[in-house]
């Protein structure tokens, strides 16, 4: 079932507002992540990864289900690391609305650690733009068969270091697109 998105509701103008300011400037602070299910044979793997304007960040295995502790350990343990590394101190954190991304543990932590979180609208998949990278990698490893699940996430690993820079140039600067695309669809479905 497609949900529409309200184009009226403050997260546009703040979301429009944000990335209009951010998207062509090159000191952009602004952080994206996604989990992803990869199949491999008769399986998947997990995998969470984010990037920010400075690169790809780290390429995470998830083992068994991610639950809000889970979620935590990697903000603290590869987020957070990567994004003061790449970023500094001062960023913006954009997740989408997973229930273990905004439970009360994981909304603590970020106050904890003085993390600024995006508000996001929920089912707003034409503003994800993480999912093009995950299409990428999917692309890349086309073809690249793997005999277990160690072998597979190395090869997501390599695939998703070398990812670059222009295609993530390419995401962020369609940002402010996207929004217009979607407040001009009134929160309908849009071509991305």
Not at 6 to 25: D, K, L, Y
Not at 168 to 182: E, F, G, K, N
């Amino acid at each position: 079932m497609l949900r529409r998105v309200s184009a009226g509701c403050p997260f546009f103008v703040q979301i429009t507002e944000i990335m209009n300011a951010h998207a062509r400037r090159s000191d952009n602070k602004m952080m994206l992540l996604m989990w992803k299910s990869v199949k491999h044979g008769g399986g998947s793997i997990c995998v969470w990864g984010c990037f920010s304007a400075c690169g790809m960040g780290p390429l995470v295995r998830i083992s068994g289900l991610m639950d809000r502790f889970q979620y935590e350990s990697i903000l603290e343990n590869h987020m957070r690391p990567f994004a003061r590394q790449s970023i500094g101190r001062s960023f913006i954190y954009q997740q989408d609305n997973d229930p273990k991304h905004t439970s009360l543990h994981v909304r603590n932590w970020f106050s904890r650690r003085h993390v600024n979180v995006l508000s996001w609208p929920s089912q707003s998949p034409d503003l994800n733009v993480i999912e093009p990278l995950w299409e990428e990698l999917e692309r890349r490893l086309k073809g690249k068969f793997a005999s277990n699940m160690d072998q597979k996430f190395a090869q997501l690993q390599a695939a998703w270091s070398q990812i670059p820079q222009s295609t993530i140039d390419a995401l962020i600067d369609s940002m402010p697109r996207r929004c217009q695309a979607v407040i001009d669809n009134k929160g309908y479905p849009t071509k991305y």
